[in-house]
């Protein structure tokens, strides 16, 4: 069975940075693409990254220049380098892994990070 534990979540002021962290337990990480989503209070949950295992990255527009996904295959694990946060960045933010074979999806249990004043 696949698990995902997340650490790294947040306080920080705008313009700050956090560093999110997800270990992958169970499976061989080879067969997974991994990434990260996010849910604002009130709103759906969105795509932040995902980083396949040959390390090719896709980012949503409005984290683009400012977020950096990165995977280390030989831990089994992914990380998330946010920088120059801003106040809609606040979100829960889940760790995510796909199988590129069955397309059978995992989650994180959620990390907070709040960017405020």
């Known amino acids: 069975q696949v698990r995902l534990v997340e650490s790294g979540g947040g306080l920080v002021q705008p313009g700050g940075s956090l560093r999110l962290s997800c270990s992958l337990s169970?499976?061989?990480?080879?067969?997974?693409?991994l990434g990260w989503y996010r849910q604002p209070a009130g709103s759906q949950r969105e795509l932040v990254a995902t980083?396949?295992?040959?390390?090719?990255?896709n980012y949503a527009d409005s984290i683009k220049g400012r977020f950096t996904i990165s995977r280390d295959n030989a831990r089994s694990t992914v990380a998330l380098q946010m920088n120059s946060l801003k106040l809609d960045d606040t979100a829960i933010y889940y760790c995510?892994?796909?199988?590129?074979?069955?397309?059978?999806?995992?989650w994180g249990q959620g990390t907070q990070v709040t960017v405020s004043t």
């Open positions: 995510y892994a796909r199988n590129r074979y069955t397309g059978l999806e995992h």
């Open positions: 980083i396949q295992y040959t390390h090719a990255t």
């Open positions: 169970g499976n061989i990480i080879s067969t997974y693409i």
